[in-house]
């Protein structure tokens, strides 16, 4: 049920601050589509040779979560993967 204090303190109901959040959620999935392929290339030709376990590790559901968590910008995910592999290469044996 909805609290009518909040909804009176200005506080946005529960089904509409979900219904927010999904459409942000969207929007961030789309912005991340519309950057994969780049992302996928520069992976590709920046970061090579990678070993087996990393191609499996930068499937297309991890760079798709690089890209979202970073909001599409292509520079910054891909910043966040090369930290990321570098801390794997140095602490994860490989497989």
């Known amino acids: 049920a909805c609290d009518p204090s909040a909804e009176a303190a200005g506080a946005m109901p529960a089904a509409v601050a979900g219904q927010k959040l999904a459409e942000e959620e969207e929007e961030r999935h789309r912005l991340a589509l519309a950057h994969l392929g780049t992302l996928q ?19 297309e559901e991890t760079l798709l979560r690089y890209l979202r968590a970073r909001d599409g910008n292509e520079q ?3 910043s966040m993967l090369e930290a990321t592999l570098a801390w794997r290469r140095r602490h994860i044996a490989p497989a």
Not at 41 to 59: G, H, K, N, T, W
């Open 41 to 59: 290339r520069r992976v590709a030709s920046d970061l090579s040779p990678l070993s087996e376990s990393e191609q499996r590790f930068l499937s």
């Open 76 to 78: 910054l995910a891909f």
